[in-house]
């Protein structure tokens, strides 16, 4: 298995763009999250999904957009890029009904300028 | 809104240290608590997990953490580090099967 994997690990974006990091598992999790990293401040959920077609807000989900169309993709969108955006984005899943996120990506360094 | 602490932000130890790592949530319900490990350039690795039952829990890499209700703290701690150990660490807590909160993370480096 790969695991939890993530496309771009790196990307610059002016302000304004929009773009689609990826995120997909092949351990046929039902459930995955976004998360995103800024000093100081820990890890921070953005969307969260408990199966395909299923997906709901966390803590901090303005500006970005989520789907789930299959049990291994879960997109995340961010439709018009803002500074406050650079961060470091995290995806993660979980097999089980309890949702401990066991499983992370190596994630995606975004910087928006 | 739950949140959580963590005490310190930066923690340098050398090798053969003990170490504690300090943790307090605000939720005064049941809580499900987690550390977790992101070593440098990593992705994040679930230590421990404490659910219900024993409260002092036993992880990986030699780490425990114990629960203590009344305190609400989780802290995490080593009986002797190894420079291996260095890394960032994060506490983190939900309620049951609801969405999880992350401490802001402990920078940890051990000197050789």
């Known amino acids: 298995n790969a695991g939890v994997t993530q496309t771009p690990k790196f990307q610059v974006l002016k302000t304004g763009q929009s773009m689609t990091l990826q995120c997909a598992q092949d351990?046929?999790?039902?459930?995955m999250s976004w998360y995103r990293q800024d000093p100081g401040m820990g890890l921070r959920l953005i969307h969260y999904s408990v199966g395909a077609g299923i997906t709901d807000q966390g803590e901090v989900p303005n500006g970005y957009n989520v789907s789930r169309s299959t049990t291994e993709d879960f997109p995340l969108r961010l439709l018009s890029a803002a500074p406050s955006q650079t961060s470091v984005y995290f995806c993660?899943?979980?097999?089980?009904?309890?949702?401990?996120?066991?499983?992370f990506g190596p994630g995606t360094r975004l910087t928006v300028t | 809104a739950q949140s959580v602490s963590q005490h310190n932000h930066h923690v340098i130890l050398s090798e053969a240290a003990s170490l504690e790592l300090g943790c307090n949530y605000s939720?005064?319900?049941?809580?499900?608590l987690f550390w977790y490990v992101q070593y440098p350039g990593q992705h994040l690795q679930l230590l421990l997990k404490?659910?219900?039952?024993?409260?002092l829990v036993k992880g990986i890499k030699g780490f425990e953490a114990e629960f203590i209700k009344s305190k609400f703290s989780f802290n995490l701690r080593k009986p002797s580090v190894q420079w291996s150990d260095t890394a960032e660490y994060f506490c983190a807590v939900r309620k049951p099967y609801d969405k999880v909160i992350f401490g802001p993370g402990t920078s940890l480096s051990v000197i050789p």
């Open positions: 404490y659910f219900s039952g024993d409260p």
């Open positions: 993660a899943s979980s097999l089980s009904r309890d949702r401990v996120w066991q499983y």
């Open positions: 939720y005064g319900g049941t809580v499900n």
């Open positions: 351990m046929n999790h039902e459930y």
